[in-house]
């Protein structure tokens, strides 16, 4: 079973850029996509983005679109989330996550689809 570590919250000003990042071990990840949500106080887990297996493809969140990107480096095992135009209501814990299906093209919001998930990292933005 893989264990999945994220890394690199912290409190950032409105307007800044933070770098997650969601390291495996246990076994390599590489035939399965990856996701990504995040769960402020007080209300449910939201998803933020996924990509597929190989990178080939991404999906965002509406509320993150255009601002986040994610991206994976197969040889080191790590998942990125690059979150860039940081607004308050992007503060939460954010998580990473296995998709359940291996070598699958296609990315799921929903949070069934995802396994293994990490214990989160806080990301708090400051107005």
């Known amino acids: 079973q893989v264990q999945l570590v994220e890394s690199g919250g912290g409190l950032v000003q409105a307007g800044g850029s933070l770098r997650l990042s969601c390291a495996a071990s246990g076994r390599t990840f590489n035939s399965y996509g990856m996701g990504w949500f995040r769960q402020a106080p007080g209300k449910e887990r939201e998803f933020v983005a996924a990509i597929t297996w190989n990178g080939g493809s991404t999906y965002y969140g509406d509320s993150v679109k255009g601002r986040f990107t994610t991206s994976r480096d197969n040889a080191k095992n790590t998942v990125y989330l690059q979150m860039n135009s940081l607004k308050p209501e992007d503060t939460a814990v954010y998580y990473c996550?296995?998709?359940?299906?291996?070598?699958?093209?296609?990315?799921?919001?929903?949070?069934?689809?995802?396994?293994?998930w990490g214990q989160g990292t806080q990301v708090t933005v400051s107005s």
């Open positions: 996550a296995e998709d359940r299906r291996p070598l699958s093209a296609l990315l799921s919001v929903s949070e069934s689809a995802y396994t293994n």
